[in-house]
């Protein structure tokens, strides 16, 4: 399900909560389930060291997004992505016209979102350019989902809990 080639150094582990039993309900119900290739890199798991978000410099990551991936996104009512690596892909073909390429884009605050709606993804560390996305998709809000998570005991990072988030509900 991951992998027909090496290029990764992790898993993108949001899919890991995903079955193929699960993805053929999907489909079942009417869902179109694509795919893309990522390239996750090292860089994922550095945390941020500055103090204003303006001054990250963002790290690279490969994509290819194949062109029916796209005209799927384009066709789609709501589009899901699964996985922060995964917004990227999408965000990035999106931004640069190019379905392959490398990518520095950083996703933070006020994003101009052209592709991706609803983002399932783990609970992820403080820091991280990947919670730094969460933001950007709910806005403040992420505070309160955390919040919650941490008082009901949530397991986060990789091997943790999923959540679902839909920037159509609401940054406040």
Same mark, same amino acid.
């Given at each position: 399900?991951?992998?027909? %080639?090496?290029?990764?150094?992790?898993?993108?582990?949001?899919? *890991?909560? *995903?079955?193929?039993?699960?993805?053929?309900?999907?489909?079942?119900?009417?869902?179109?389930?694509?795919?893309?290739?990522?390239?996750?890199?090292?860089?994922?798991? !550095?945390?941020?060291?500055?103090?204003?978000?303006? +001054?990250?410099? $963002?790290?690279?990551?490969?994509?290819?997004?194949?062109?029916? &991936? $796209?005209?799927?996104?384009?066709?789609?009512?709501?589009?899901?992505?699964?996985?922060?690596?995964?917004?990227?892909?999408?965000?990035?073909?999106?931004?640069?016209?190019?379905?392959?390429?490398?990518?520095?884009?950083?996703?933070?605050?006020?994003?101009?979102?052209? &592709?991706?709606?609803? *983002?399932?993804?783990?609970?992820?560390?403080?820091?991280?350019?990947?919670?730094? =996305? &969460?933001?950007? &998709?709910?806005?403040?809000?992420?505070?309160?989902?955390?919040?919650?998570? =941490?008082?009901?005991?949530? %397991?986060?990072?990789?091997?943790? +809990?999923? $959540? =679902? =988030?839909? !920037? !159509?509900?609401?940054?406040?």
């Amino acid at each position: 399900m991951y992998a027909s %080639r090496p290029s990764s150094v992790a898993a993108p582990t949001a899919g *890991l909560h *995903l079955t193929t039993g699960v993805l053929e309900r999907c489909r079942a119900r009417g869902a179109t389930v694509v795919s893309v290739e990522l390239a996750v890199g090292l860089d994922t798991f !550095r945390p941020l060291a500055v103090d204003r978000m303006e +001054d990250h410099r $963002m790290h690279g990551e490969r994509y290819r997004v194949p062109e029916a &991936v $796209m005209e799927a996104c384009s066709a789609a009512e709501t589009v899901l992505a699964v996985g922060t690596t995964v917004v990227r892909a999408l965000e990035a073909a999106a931004a640069a016209g190019e379905l392959e390429g490398r990518t520095e884009l950083f996703i933070a605050g006020d994003f101009p979102f052209r &592709v991706v709606d609803r *983002l399932l993804t783990n609970f992820h560390v403080p820091r991280s350019s990947l919670l730094v =996305l &969460v933001g950007a &998709v709910v806005g403040p809000r992420w505070r309160r989902l955390y919040a919650t998570a =941490l008082a009901e005991g949530y %397991r986060f990072l990789s091997f943790g +809990d999923a $959540m =679902l =988030l839909d !920037r !159509r509900w609401g940054r406040t």
